[in-house]
């Protein structure tokens, strides 16, 4: 019966992973803009440097995600499947991590457990999305399983999962930055309130950071020497900003914490939203009663998941920078919550109808996306290109959001113009260029298409006129834009 039930576990954690996973074409803004970043990288051979098309970098986060997808693209083909390969694997990793967290924390519920996480909306959700979020989470687990090693594991050596527990936050900082160190917030509070019943040398600690800045730090020292200014970059505004201020319009108001991550936690915990609110009426007792060094396992247990949850949750509800998908790392240990939850009250596992039903409406939501109509499809607009213009070399997209998308389902360069001259950030500026540079840069070369919104489109042609071009519409309007081509004006003479 175990056999039965670990295939059962298996073949439902690799259909949630897997299935339709490339049946949908890559949605804009963000799956987009990493898929481009990636592609760009495998196609110009610069690994090193993130660069949205060949003159401008994209610099918000390191390399480690576009890294996996160039080389899932590599390996499998210019696809949304290989694409999201990396994602999908990451959340297999995420339920193989909190299998074998659980096993420490709470034997006996490691396989619930693992069905909550798949299950759970948001996780299954994002495990469709090209984003840094799932690979993040992903390592962030990795790193909470080693430090769950040398905590609760006392039947081997603590250094060793000391040592992975630092490897995890690594490469968590080679996918995000600064942000993939926030569970160490609450294992630094876990030692502080129960140190460990026995103690690790020293010297292994320091090889735990040692091997940190070695997998963390030469990328980061290697572009900040390439590009002058950088580092202030990163810390300025890709830190400080993003806690601080609301520069990038994240719902930062002072409510924003509540109209985003209230409903993330609702809505993406479902079905398992009321085995959640029930953990959650058991802390205030927790916290009330302290924990000693000689209470045992289940007791550090139930605190270690209480701070992983709650610290990293204040800290973003503090920062001003508020994103849904900040959250997804924390879905981790509230699964295992669940589940230690619920097989302390005796409930176990649902029946099997209903978690087979409930599997079935979330395969359906996601074949359902595929045909969903939006205008954040960039297959279809890859569709529409080609319907106007049979040649394609590169799509330039005139003050208005550019689908990064079209770098891997028409395989061309995609730049964002803008119409009026302005002074352009250094590092990560919202346009490539002015549409006259573009002109002047390129000139009339075949295969060249740009695109406007209707009521952009006479700004567009007058600018054009003024200096030397004209316009050509290629077809009707689509999704409320004008698709047209730049031609030499007869009798007009170039105004550089």
Same mark, same amino acid.
Request: hydrophobic content about 50%.
């Given at each position: 019966?175990?056999?039965?039930?670990?295939f059962?576990?298996i073949?439902?954690?690799?259909?949630?992973?897997?299935?339709?996973?490339?049946?949908?074409?890559?949605?804009?803004?963000?799956?987009?803009?990493y898929?481009?970043?990636?592609l760009?990288?495998?196609?110009?051979g610069?690994?090193?440097e993130?660069?949205?098309?060949?003159?401008?970098?994209?610099?918000?986060k390191?390399p480690?995600?576009?890294?996996?997808?160039?080389?899932?693209?590599?390996?499998?083909?210019?696809?949304?499947?290989?694409?999201r390969?990396?994602?999908?694997?990451?959340f297999?990793?995420?339920?193989?991590?909190?299998?074998?967290?659980?096993r420490?924390?709470?034997?006996?519920?490691?396989s619930?457990a693992?069905?909550v996480?798949a !299950?759970m909306?948001?996780? +299954?959700?994002?495990?469709?999305?090209?984003?840094?979020? +799932?690979?993040?989470?992903?390592?962030?687990?990795?790193? $909470? &399983?080693?430090?769950?090693?040398?905590?609760f594991? *006392?039947?081997?050596?603590?250094q060793?999962? #000391?040592?992975? $527990?630092?490897?995890?936050f690594?490469?968590?900082f080679?996918?995000?930055?600064?942000?993939?160190l926030?569970?160490?917030?609450?294992? /630094?509070l876990?030692?502080?309130?129960?140190p460990?019943?026995?103690?690790?040398?020293w010297?292994?600690?320091?090889?735990?950071?040692?091997?940190f800045? @070695?997998?963390?730090?030469?990328w980061f020292a290697?572009?900040s020497?390439?590009?002058?200014? #950088?580092?202030?970059?990163? #810390?300025?505004?890709?830190?400080?900003?993003?806690?601080?201020?609301?520069?990038?319009?994240r719902?930062?108001q002072w409510?924003?914490w509540i109209?985003?991550?209230?409903?993330?936690?609702l809505?993406? !915990?479902?079905?398992?939203?009321?085995?959640?609110?029930?953990?959650?009426?058991?802390?205030?007792?927790l916290?009330?009663?302290?924990?000693?060094?000689?209470?045992?396992?289940?007791?550090?247990?139930?605190?270690? *998941?209480?701070?992983?949850?709650?610290?990293?949750?204040?800290v973003?509800?503090? @920062?001003r920078?508020?994103?849904?998908? &900040?959250?997804?790392?924390?879905?981790?240990?509230?699964?295992?919550?669940?589940?230690?939850?619920r097989?302390?009250?005796?409930?176990? $596992?649902?029946?099997?109808?209903?978690?087979?039903l409930?599997?079935?409406?979330?395969?359906?939501?996601?074949?359902?996306?595929?045909?969903?109509?939006?205008?954040?499809?960039?297959?279809v607009?890859?569709?529409?290109?080609?319907?106007?213009?049979?040649?394609?070399?590169?799509?330039?997209?005139?003050?208005d $959001?550019a689908?990064?998308?079209?770098?891997?389902?028409?395989?061309?360069?995609?730049?964002?113009?803008s119409?009026?001259?302005?002074?352009r950030?250094?590092?990560?500026?919202?346009?490539?260029?002015?549409?006259?540079d573009?002109?002047?840069?390129t000139?009339v070369?075949?295969?060249?298409? &740009?695109?406007?919104?209707?009521?952009?489109?006479?700004?567009?042609?007058?600018?054009?006129?003024?200096?030397? &071009? /004209?316009?050509?519409?290629?077809?009707?309007?689509?999704?409320?834009?004008?698709?047209?081509?730049?031609?030499?004006?007869?009798?007009?003479?170039?105004?550089?």
């Open positions: 019966m175990a056999t039965r039930h670990r059962l576990l073949a439902l954690a690799l259909t949630l992973a897997f299935g339709f996973l490339g049946t949908r074409g890559i949605w804009d803004p963000d799956e987009g803009r898929t481009n970043v990636a760009t990288m495998l196609d110009s610069n690994w090193i993130p660069m949205r098309n060949g003159h401008t970098g994209h610099w918000t390191p480690l995600t576009y890294w996996l997808i160039a080389a899932s693209a590599a390996t499998f083909g210019h696809t949304p499947w290989a694409a390969l990396p994602v999908a694997l990451a297999l990793a995420c339920m193989w991590l909190i299998w074998r967290i659980t420490h924390l709470a034997r006996g519920s490691e619930l693992v069905v996480y !299950t909306l948001l996780p +299954f959700s994002a495990g469709h999305l090209v984003t840094t979020d +799932f690979v993040l989470a992903a390592f962030q687990a990795l790193a $909470m &399983y080693g430090f769950v090693l040398f905590r594991d *006392l039947s081997r050596p603590p060793h999962g #000391l040592v992975l $527990m630092w490897l995890g690594a490469l968590g080679m996918t995000k930055g600064p942000p993939a926030m569970p160490l917030l609450a294992v /630094v876990l030692h502080w309130l129960v460990r019943p026995t103690s690790c040398h010297r292994w600690h320091l090889l735990g950071v040692v091997l800045f @070695a997998v963390a730090l030469p290697l572009v020497f390439r590009n002058d200014g #950088l580092i202030d970059y990163f #810390l300025g505004a890709e830190l400080v900003d993003r806690v601080a201020s609301n520069r990038f319009e719902n930062g409510y924003g109209a985003v991550y209230l409903p993330t936690i809505i993406g !915990t479902m079905p398992w939203t009321a085995s959640l609110w029930r953990w959650l009426r058991t802390l205030p007792a916290f009330r009663t302290r924990v000693a060094a000689g209470d045992g396992v289940d007791k550090a247990a139930a605190l270690l *998941l209480a701070l992983w949850v709650l610290v990293p949750l204040l973003f509800c503090l @920062a920078s508020r994103l849904p998908l &900040y959250l997804l790392p924390l879905f981790v240990p509230m699964a295992i919550a669940v589940a230690m939850t097989q302390a009250q005796g409930v176990g $596992m649902p029946r099997g109808r209903w978690l087979l409930w599997v079935v409406l979330l395969l359906g939501l996601r074949l359902a996306s595929a045909y969903f109509p939006t205008h954040k499809d960039a297959s607009w890859a569709d529409a290109i080609r319907e106007r213009a049979p040649h394609v070399s590169e799509v330039i997209f005139v003050e $959001m689908r990064y998308g079209l770098r891997l389902h028409l395989g061309v360069e995609v730049e964002k113009v119409i009026a001259p302005g002074t950030a250094r590092f990560n500026p919202s346009d490539d260029e002015t549409l006259w573009e002109i002047k840069e000139g070369e075949h295969g060249l298409i &740009y695109v406007v919104k209707q009521e952009r489109w006479a700004h567009v042609q007058g600018t054009v006129m003024q200096h030397g &071009y /004209v316009t050509r519409p290629l077809g009707e309007p689509f999704q409320g834009r004008i698709i047209f081509e730049v031609e030499t004006g007869d009798g007009i003479a170039d105004s550089e």
